[in-house]
């Protein structure tokens, strides 16, 4: 049993220390002595042929989402569309995440158009959301992590919020809806990095892996006593600050 870890843009899309969740990924399956490589991929590498278990895609600003769209437009984003409507998991983190829908609309710019892998649309707003974030997910429980866009997203039908905002702006700072679930994918804006401090998320997305690789899967739990200390710590300093 082994994970073999897609980083999508990894040079070209990773701002707020998004690489923490790749990082995390890998070690969590390593500490289950689950062997993981990480494989990059990155403008003008090939998705196809290369047995990804798992996506993960990170943040970027409007410029390096302008070259990642373009690289996606054709094959790669027919196939990353194809893997995900195939169940592989994929968790997208803010530029990546306005990429897996419709399109992105920078200020004042064309469309950026995204892989439609989710119903999803987004367009930047004039306002800019930066600080941290709490939701309630059901699935989940509570996940605590940090936002910096000015980017709105906005769910169409056959897509779920991935929870609910109780710190925070979320998705378009109307709704107080945060993220989005369809199938095995996960698009959020939620920075941190986000699975060190959620480990409930980053064991769903190994669990949802191996589970479509080799069938029912019973991870063993790990002691997150210093995850966990940190998830609280860190709800607790936002729940302070919001009042
Ligand atoms: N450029 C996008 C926005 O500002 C995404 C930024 C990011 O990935 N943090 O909404």
């Known amino acids: 049993m082994n994970l073999r870890i897609g980083w999508l843009y990894g040079h070209e899309m990773n701002i707020y220390g998004d690489r923490g969740n790749v990082l995390a990924l890998a070690h969590r399956a390593k500490w289950r002595g689950i062997p993981s490589e990480i494989v990059t991929i990155g403008i003008g590498q090939a998705i196809a042929g290369q047995a990804i278990d798992l996506f993960f895609w990170g943040g970027g600003q409007d410029r390096e989402q302008i070259s990642v769209a373009a690289d996606l437009s054709g094959d790669k984003g ?73 980017g709105l997203t906005f769910l169409g039908n056959g897509v779920q919020p991935l929870g609910k905002v109780r710190v925070g702006h979320g998705n378009n700072g109307r709704d107080r809806q945060e993220g989005a679930r369809y199938k095995n994918a996960i698009g959020c804006y939620l920075h941190g990095s986000l699975l060190p401090k ?46």
């Not at 995440?97 to 439609?116: K, N, T, V, W």
Request: glycine share 10%.
């Open 78 to 150: 027919r196939d990353l569309k194809a893997a995900i409507e195939d169940g592989v998991p994929i968790l997208a983190v803010c530029g990546g995440y306005q990429l897996l829908g419709h399109y992105y609309r920078p200020h004042g710019e064309a469309d950026l158009p995204g892989i439609s892998a989710l119903n999803v649309t987004s367009e930047a707003g004039s306002e800019r959301f930066i600080g941290n974030v709490v939701i309630d997910a059901p699935e989940f429980g509570t996940l605590v992590g940090f936002e910096n866009h000015s």
């Open 198 to 243: 959620n480990p409930v998320l980053a064991d769903w997305l190994i669990s949802a892996a191996l589970e479509r690789k080799h069938g029912s899967v019973d991870l063993p739990s790990l002691d997150d006593a210093v995850e966990t200390r940190a998830h609280d710590q860190v709800v607790r300093r936002a729940l302070k600050l919001a009042r």
